[in-house]
């Protein structure tokens, strides 16, 4: 069993600069390189959606569109903790944001992008950006 806790956000001015932290413990995949690790966010009346995700197996992240150039997915060497860097932040930005993890085949080239995919999730940290 995996557990999932997120750190940081909180609220920033536009422009400024945030972190969160993921940790995981427990048991199992997430200890190996066959996970994928990903950030979600989700804003009230909007689906969940893929911010940032983080493939074990080459330890290589995928950004959104929407956050490509201004967040950065980072794991710590040797420990199961995980932080996304968030620069230039945008009133687009607030949100809900939750960590969430699931095991991966052999055969998964990339991390699955749909917040059903994830069997493991945080609670959530709010993140408010004000203009």
């Known amino acids: 069993q995996v557990d999932l806790m997120e750190s940081g956000g909180g609220s920033v001015q536009a422009g400024g600069s945030t972190s969160l932290s993921c940790t995981a413990s427990?048991?199992?995949?997430?200890?190996?390189?066959?996970?994928?690790l990903g950030w979600f966010r989700q804003t009230p009346g909007k689906e969940r959606e893929a911010v940032a995700t983080?493939?074990?197996?080459?330890?290589?992240?995928w950004y959104a569109d929407s956050v490509k150039g201004r967040f950065t997915f980072s794991k710590e060497n040797g420990r199961a903790i995980w932080h996304l860097e968030m620069n230039n932040l945008e009133s687009e930005d607030t949100a809900m944001y939750y960590c969430?993890?699931?095991?991966?085949?052999?055969?998964?080239?990339?991390?699955?992008?749909?917040?059903?995919?994830?069997?493991?999730w945080g609670q959530g940290t709010q993140v408010t950006v004000s203009s």
């Open positions: 983080f493939f074990g197996r080459d330890s290589s992240p």
């Open positions: 427990g048991s199992g995949y997430i200890f190996s390189e066959r996970y994928c």
């Open positions: 969430a993890s699931r095991p991966i085949g052999g055969a998964v080239r990339a991390c699955y992008l749909d917040w059903r995919e994830y069997g493991s």
